[in-house]
C-alpha cells in the first residue's frame, strides 16, 4: 500500500487550509478513514474518521464545527478541510486507513498510514 499526502504549509491564526491523501494498492472505498495529528512534544491524537462509504463521521472536541473530513471514493481521495485554524493547531498531519470501526480516533486501530504533512499556524 503506497500512501502520498499533500496540501499542508504555512498559514496565518484563523486562516484555511486543505489536505488530501490519496492510497493505492488498497480496496480504498471499503475502508474507514481518519485524520491525525502530533505536535511537537506531544502524543499522536485522531481528530477525525470517516466511514468506508463516507455517511459516518466522528471528530475530536477540539476541531468539531471547524474542520470536515470527507472522501471521494471514486478518485480514491481522502480530505480534511481545515477552517479558522489556531497556532496551537501547528502539528504534523497524518491520514490513516483501514481501521476496524469507523468511529475510533485511535491510532493503534488503523493499518496504512501517511508519510504526514506539516500544517503550521503563524500569529
Known amino acids: 500500500v503506497q500512501v502520498v499526502q499533500s496540501g499542508g504549509g504555512l498559514v496565518q491564526v484563523g486562516g484555511s487550509l486543505t489536505l488530501s491523501c490519496t492510497f493505492s494498492?488498497?480496496?480504498?472505498?471499503?475502508?474507514?478513514m481518519g485524520w491525525f495529528r502530533q505536535a511537537p512534544g506531544k502524543e499522536r491524537e485522531g481528530i477525525a474518521s470517516?466511514?468506508?462509504?463516507?455517511?459516518?463521521?466522528v471528530y475530536a472536541d477540539s476541531v468539531k464545527g471547524r474542520f470536515t473530513i470527507s472522501r471521494d471514493n471514486a478518485k480514491n481521495l481522502l480530505y480534511l478541510q481545515m477552517n479558522s485554524l489556531k497556532p496551537e493547531e501547528t502539528a504534523m498531519y497524518y491520514c490513516?486507513?483501514?481501521?476496524?470501526?469507523?468511529?475510533?480516533?485511535?491510532?493503534?486501530?488503523?493499518?496504512?498510514w501517511g508519510q504526514g504533512t506539516q500544517v503550521t499556524v503563524s500569529s
Open positions: 494498492g488498497l480496496n480504498f472505498g471499503a475502508v474507514h
Open positions: 490513516a486507513a483501514d481501521s476496524r470501526s469507523w468511529r475510533t480516533l485511535v491510532d493503534d486501530d488503523y493499518k496504512y
Open positions: 470517516i466511514s468506508w462509504s463516507g455517511q459516518y463521521k
